[in-house]
């Protein structure tokens, strides 16, 4: 293989399915109301990305959830309501997953393209492996197959490490990281990729920062889409994304410009 770039490792939810990432918000909105503890959707967002353990984790920590889960149960949340939490919400992602798993737009031809160039597609995802059983099939009949699927749990350490990565890439077979391009929709995954050394391209208008799905995003007036994709491609800036995209039917023009900048020598961090 000649092409500069090796490999492109992609997030699922916002990012290759599920307009909007609306799948995780539905579970845990459903789950936390359960537990007589309801979320804004803007508290749900605000870890997206993260193992679905560490996001539930983090839910909790937050000062108002904390405080209502205290008054509700008589007691600060510990590591056994995480884990309830967490068991309950791995069947309700499964069925969330299952009603949000249409590829984005682009999405295939992007594969093809990727495919034709002879670059190797990886994948990691927040979504455990019992998460993702219903998804992968309807993904392959949409025309998306990656070669390495990295679910959360399958490392010892979830984003923002960079430990799910490295195995996709160990699995794919292709070194350095700097050779390899990490595409996601959260800041958390963006900084999976600044830690494992890889060129990262963030998603604004698809993903978790704007949060609608296709129809919906289409359908704001102009000055509210452009406001809200700005505030989305702000966060993904901060976060130290290398490129910010609307989605991944824009991606190859920056796959090609990352290819020339590593023939020319430079790295991500440069």
């Known amino acids: 293989m000649t092409f500069p770039v090796k490999a492109v490792v992609l997030d699922w939810a916002g990012t290759m399915i599920d307009h ?3 799948a995780p918000v539905i579970a845990l909105l459903a789950v936390f109301a359960d537990a007589g ?8 967002r605000v870890d997206m990305g993260r193992a679905k353990r560490d996001h539930i984790r983090a839910i909790l920590a937050m000062p108002r959830v904390a405080e209502h889960w205290h008054g509700v149960h008589g007691a600060a949340p510990t ?4 884990t309830r939490l967490h068991d309950a919400v791995e069947p309700m992602m499964q ?6 798993a249409t590829l984005i737009p682009g999405a295939v031809a992007l594969i093809e393209k990727l495919r034709e160039t002879g670059i190797k597609i990886g994948s990691c995802t927040g979504y455990t492996r019992p998460m993702m059983v219903d998804i992968l099939p309807m993904a392959a009949a949409q025309g998306y197959t990656p070669d390495v699927v990295i679910c959360s749990g399958e490392t010892l350490a979830g984003r923002p490490s960079p430990l799910m ?7 794919l077979g292709v070194w350095p990281a700097s050779a390899c391009i990490k595409v996601d929709d959260a800041t958390v995954g963006i900084g999976e990729g600044r830690s494992a ?5 963030g998603l604004a208008a698809s ?4 949060g609608l799905d296709h129809a919906a995003l289409l359908a704001l007036a102009p000055d509210d889409r452009t406001r809200r994709v700005a505030e989305a491609t ?5 976060a130290g994304a290398n490129y910010v995209i609307d989605s991944v039917a824009d991606l190859w023009p920056v796959i090609d410009a990352i290819a020339k900048r590593i023939e020319a020598g430079e790295t991500p961090a440069a």
């Open 234 to 238: 702000a966060a993904l800036r901060a």
């Open 79 to 82: 590591e056994h309501d995480v």
């Open 165 to 171: 990565l490295w195995k996709a890439l160990v699995e």
């Open 95 to 100: 069925g969330a997953a299952k009603q949000c």
């Open 37 to 44: 503890v309801p979320l804004s959707e803007a508290e749900a």
């Open 207 to 210: 993903g978790n920062g704007v």
């Open 197 to 201: 050394g890889a060129w990262t391209v």
């Open 20 to 22: 909007g990432s609306r």
